[in-house]
């Protein structure tokens, strides 16, 4: 059984960093697209970055090119989200997910909730100002 668990989050000033974990198990990260997402008070959940299978492949919204990166340590199984230069409207709950689909190419990158079939359970991020 596949499973994600993320783990990094709490409380930062505006201008800090944090590091998110998504450590999985029953399934390679080298061998799947992974993504992380957020979900702020009183909003929908949105996707925020995320990497293709072969982790070649990148996508991140605007807001946060340029501050955070994504990555995959296949040695580790584990995605990665460094988060730099953090500002108060990146507060959220951020939730790992990954696409199991094999099939999807390996320069894909999911962008949209549906694509995805696992997720995290979710780890707060709080930015004070």
């Known amino acids: 059984q596949v499973q994600l668990v993320e783990s990094g989050g709490g409380l930062v000033e505006a201008g800090g960093s944090l590091r998110l974990s998504c450590e999985a198990s029953?399934?390679?990260?080298?061998?799947?697209?992974m993504g992380w997402f957020r979900q702020a008070p009183g909003k929908e959940r949105e996707f925020v970055t995320g990497i293709s299978r072969i982790g070649i492949s990148t996508k991140y919204i605007d807001s946060v090119k340029g501050r955070f990166t994504i990555s995959k340590d296949n040695a580790k199984n584990t995605v990665y989200l460094q988060m730099n230069s953090l500002k108060a409207e990146d507060t959220a709950v951020y939730y790992c997910?990954?696409?199991?689909?094999?099939?999807?190419?390996?320069?894909?990158?999911?962008?949209?909730?549906?694509?995805?079939?696992?997720w995290g359970q979710g780890t707060q991020v709080t930015v004070s100002s």
């Open positions: 029953g399934r390679t990260v080298s061998s799947i697209a």
């Open positions: 997910a990954a696409d199991l689909d094999r099939q999807r190419g390996s320069f894909y990158v999911p962008q949209i909730e549906v694509e995805y079939d696992l």
